[in-house]
């Protein structure tokens, strides 16, 4: 299993729409990077590996007009962030749209997985028993 996150910066208008098979270690490493993001915007959408390549071409796609361009640290996503003014168009696509194509696709806050501290495997591993 694999996530893409939409990551809501707390500072400036922008979002970053990325992959990770571990969501809240890539959070810390961008935390670092790029500032604080909200948790409360900011949410996952899990899926299988061969399917979130294909989920955040699809929503960096959808967003492309609004894409930032840094230019700065490419390593560190400065390629996938995009103006909040698309941000409601990507999230009500991936609340109405998304759960209706793919049967093993479940979208969750991020606050769950930041509250629990965990690696996605991990918080996958312990879910099913809490």
């Not at 996952?44 to 640290?73: P, Q, R, T």
């Not at 560190?76 to 749209?97: A, L, Q, V």
Request: charged share 30%.
């Amino acid at each position: 299993m694999a996530a893409v996150y939409i990551l809501v910066q707390k500072k400036n208008p922008i979002y970053k729409i990325g992959k990770s098979e571990s969501p809240y270690k890539r959070f810390k490493q961008l935390s670092e990077v790029w500032g604080a993001f909200d948790i409360d915007k900011s949410f996952v959408i899990n899926c299988k590996s061969a399917e979130a390549s294909k989920l955040e071409k699809a929503l960096h796609f959808l967003a492309a007009d609004y894409k930032i361009h840094f230019g700065v640290n490419e390593r560190n996503g400065d390629t996938e962030f995009f103006n909040m003014k698309s941000y409601n168009m990507i999230k009500n696509f991936c609340e109405s749209t998304l759960q209706d194509f793919r049967k093993n696709v479940f979208i969750k806050p991020f606050r769950e997985i930041y509250e629990m501290g965990l690696s996605y495997d991990e918080y996958k591993r312990i879910k099913k028993y809490i």
